[in-house]
């Protein structure tokens, strides 16, 4: 079994910042490539940042600037720093992971339950 559980969403004013933590937990061998999604009412979900094992990172083009992404391979952690947040990010946040499990082949992406980053102007 394995989990993903993210923190930190909520209510902030326009131009605010925001810190979101998504920790892996369970029978986890390795962990690939980690990112975050988001998902606005009546829209697709949609990618905002992703980070490989070796620390390398893409972003959105409408988040360049103002987010960062990193990870803690030691606590199985991916944090999203969101600077100068604006109302069109609001929508939920996904964690999403690519692991390895103990005992098993290959690897399988994982999904968190999502976390409400709502972004008031």
């Known amino acids: 079994q394995v989990q993903l559980v993210e923190s930190g969403g909520g209510l902030v004013q326009a131009g605010g910042s925001l810190k979101l933590s998504c920790a892996a937990s369970?029978?986890?061998?390795?962990?690939?490539?980690m990112g975050w999604y988001r998902q606005a009412p009546g829209k697709q979900r949609e990618l905002v940042a992703r980070?490989?094992?070796?620390?390398?990172?893409n972003y959105a083009d409408s988040v360049k600037g103002r987010f960062t992404i990193s990870r803690d391979n030691a606590k199985n952690t991916v944090y999203l720093q969101m600077n100068s947040l604006k109302p069109e990010d609001t929508a939920v946040y996904y964690c999403?992971?690519?692991?390895?499990?103990?005992?098993?082949?290959?690897?399988?992406?994982?999904w968190g339950q999502g976390t409400q980053v709502t972004v008031s102007s």
């Open positions: 369970g029978s986890i061998f390795s962990i690939n490539d």
């Open positions: 999403n992971a690519e692991i390895k499990r103990k005992g098993q082949l290959g690897w399988y992406d994982y």
């Open positions: 980070i490989t094992s070796g620390e390398n990172t």
